[in-house]
């Protein structure tokens, strides 16, 4: 069998995409696993679940610890030689608490999974975006993660059939407690489904002059803004969710634009696969250069405002 | 409070080089140093000692060479250091029953601190399997760490959300680059460090089953990225309008 997992629905859809697919070649079926919900249940199948488990359980909140208690316990019944788990936080360190638990090898953050002489092979982006690693796994189970819009997920196909299974779950309990959740503050941006990004980095000298990125967002009708490390996790001038790289958010937009951002690596990491990539930096040597189809050596408080009104003009 | 630091040598990655034929990363001759994220982690490990007393053990699965920047570790504040000679073949199933196996005999222990991910591979895999192994529970993305006399309480960052999480010990914490900023060391530390101890076990002390790698790395790729590098400089209008109109072209501007 192929079992795919994961807290987001969305995610599980396009896991769905990928089971699917290995399923056919190696003739298994496809098992999803919902813990605690029923209510995607019916969607699953739709997307490609030949089974779906719902783990019914009284344990509400995640925790590592007994999540791979409930994946144990299922796996225990239904041999999987594949477990491909959606990789958002919780996702990595379910899988590899899970691997631990079963001495089972596995990857995060796969971007392709493919047979080679019928053995799983998977590829990973590792040294900071500079290479691709191509590792194989040797017996089973092979646990995989997958990052967010690595696969689209099927189109629904309503005459796919499949069975819903319930199934209560003992959960080791974790010694640990959950004591308090909190929202993070958040602007509510989706930088990684921006299709045009004006990104800040540390060049800008103020909070307020951040929005001089925003003013030329506007004008190329892409309206997200974006920015590095720095003005995210020690300036705190914007929410986490514009933060963009290797620890941030990896973007694909058609149009990205670097303003005051060095390049290095790892911010690389998280834009590389951008279509058109412009940049504005005051320093020659700059290495976003290198990284750049355009680029405007300048201070960007004056090439910022000069860009915007001729964008405007252009565009009108 | 016993507390036992994982830290990894690792390749500096902002030193990498691409060789322009093979499009591969040349790692040959690249400095290594201690995993950014493991300083974050012993930083934390100092603040803790500093409040309740105990002792800091680091351990690090690595090559001889690891040795030297071990030295860092204890000049900063570790107290005893533990090598294990990395076996030729490795994958995370392996490090971490070898971390496993050196904690065991180490003995007794409190609190076990990693890097949320390694900065070269940054998979993040080696705690949660860690605590997996042992049994005992993980807080990862741990920032704002509180020890208290029978508990650890931290917030977990998860980016929209942070999650305050408690738990008794023995517990497993990773720790998140934005917790704290790792100290210098002092020329007398860096001298006094010289008298610390370090380990050497090899791996047939720590682990009686034989060890197979379950993932083997067949090749690393290089990411071929094309650009045109094409960079205005002169007259900043002219630059402007050039940049504008090759957008335009190129069909970005609608
Ligand atoms: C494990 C790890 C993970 C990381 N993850 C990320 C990540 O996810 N995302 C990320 O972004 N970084 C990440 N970093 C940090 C990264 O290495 C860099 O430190 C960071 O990207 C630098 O941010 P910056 O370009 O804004 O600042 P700086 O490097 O300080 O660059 C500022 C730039 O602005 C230019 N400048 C200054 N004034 C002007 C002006 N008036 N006009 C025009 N240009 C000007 C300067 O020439 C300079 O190039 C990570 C680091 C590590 C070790
Ligand atoms: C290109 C390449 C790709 C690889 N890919 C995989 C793979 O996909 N799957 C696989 O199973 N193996 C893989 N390996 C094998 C290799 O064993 C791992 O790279 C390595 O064991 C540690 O992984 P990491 O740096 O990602 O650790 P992470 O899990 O990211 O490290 C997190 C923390 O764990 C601790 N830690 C990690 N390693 C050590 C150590 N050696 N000693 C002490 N503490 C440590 C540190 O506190 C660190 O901050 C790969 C090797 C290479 C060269």
Redesign the interface.
């Known amino acids: 069998m192929v079992l795919v997992y994961s807290d987001d629905p969305k995610l599980i859809a396009e896991l769905l995409n990928k089971a699917s697919d290995l399923a056919k070649q190696l003739q298994k079926k496809v098992i999803a696993v919902t813990i605690g919900s029923e209510q995607h249940a019916k969607d699953y199948i739709e997307h490609g679940a030949d089974v779906v488990i719902i783990a019914q359980t009284t344990q509400q909140q995640f925790k590592a610890e007994e999540y791979t208690s409930i994946l144990l316990s299922i796996l225990k019944e239904h041999s999987n030689e594949i477990v491909l788990i959606g990789s958002n936080k919780n996702g990595k360190e379910l899988a590899s608490r899970l691997a631990a638990r079963l001495d089972a090898g596995c990857v995060i953050d796969a971007t392709n999974i493919l047979l080679k002489d019928k053995k799983v092979t998977t590829e990973r982006v590792v040294y900071s975006g500079n290479a691709i690693a191509v590792e194989q796994f040797f017996g089973s189970p092979q646990i995989i993660t997958i990052p967010p819009r690595v696969f689209d997920p099927l189109p629904k196909n309503p005459n796919h059939k499949g069975e819903i299974i319930k199934k209560t779950v003992d959960v080791e309990q974790s010694a640990s407690k959950i004591i308090k959740v909190q929202e993070m503050k958040s602007e509510g941006v989706n930088v990684e489904d921006a299709q045009i990004i004006v990104s800040c980095g540390r060049g800008f000298k103020k909070k307020e002059d951040i929005r001089l990125v925003s003013e030329l967002a506007d004008v190329l009708k892409g309206r997200t803004v974006g920015c590095s490390r720095p003005i995210a996790a020690d300036l705190k001038w914007l929410s986490e969710d514009h933060w963009i790289g290797l620890s941030g958010h990896k973007v694909k937009p058609k149009l990205y634009v670097a303003c005051g951002i060095s390049g290095q690596i790892q911010h690389i990491a998280g834009m590389r696969d951008s279509g058109v990539i412009v940049a504005i930096n005051k320093d020659p040597e700059a290495l976003i250069f290198k990284s750049a189809d355009y680029g405007i050596v300048g201070d960007l408080y004056e090439v910022l405002p000069k860009l915007t009104s001729a964008i405007k003009e252009k565009i009108g | 409070m016993n507390i036992i630091l994982c830290a990894k040598q690792v ?1 500096d ?2 030193e ?1 080089k ?1 060789d322009p034929a093979t499009k ?2 040349v790692l040959a001759g690249v400095p290594q140093k201690i995993s950014d994220m493991d300083k974050n982690a012993l930083e934390e490990a100092i603040k803790i000692k500093e409040k309740h007393g105990g002792k800091i053990t680091v351990v690090t699965v690595g090559a001889p060479d690891a040795k030297e920047r071990m030295r860092e570790l204890l000049a900063m504040g570790a107290d005893e250091g533990v090598l294990l000679t990395q076996p030729p073949q490795t ?3 392996m490090i ?1 029953h070898l971390l496993a196996g050196a904690i065991k005999k180490i003995g007794s222990y409190d609190i076990i601190l990693c890097g949320e991910a390694s ?15 042992l049994n ?6 741990a920032q704002q760490i509180t020890v208290e006399p029978t508990k650890v ?1 931290s917030e977990k960052n ?11 010990f023995p ?1 497993l914490l990773t720790v998140t ?2 917790s704290n900023q790792p100290r210098l060391p002092s020329l007398m530390a860096i001298l006094a460090s010289s008298n610390k101890p370090i380990h050497e076990w090899s791996t047939t002390d720590i682990v009686s089953q034989t060890l ?12 071929p ?1 094309q ?7 002169d007259d ?2 002219q ?3 050039k ?2 109109n ?3 072209k ?1 069909g ?3």
């Open positions: 390749v990655v902002a990498i691409i591969k990363p994958d995370y199933h971490a900065i070269d591979m940054f998979s993040g895999q080696i705690g949660p399997r860690l605590a997996g192994l005992i529970p993980q807080i990862t993305y309480v998860l980016g929209e959300k942070s999650v305050t999480m408690e738990s008794p517990v680059k934005e197979q790698p379950k993932v083997q790395t067949l090749d690393v790729k290089g990411i990225m650009r045109k590098n094409i960079i205005f400089q900043l209008d630059s402007v309008g940049l504008v090759e957008l335009a190129v970005v501007l609608r």
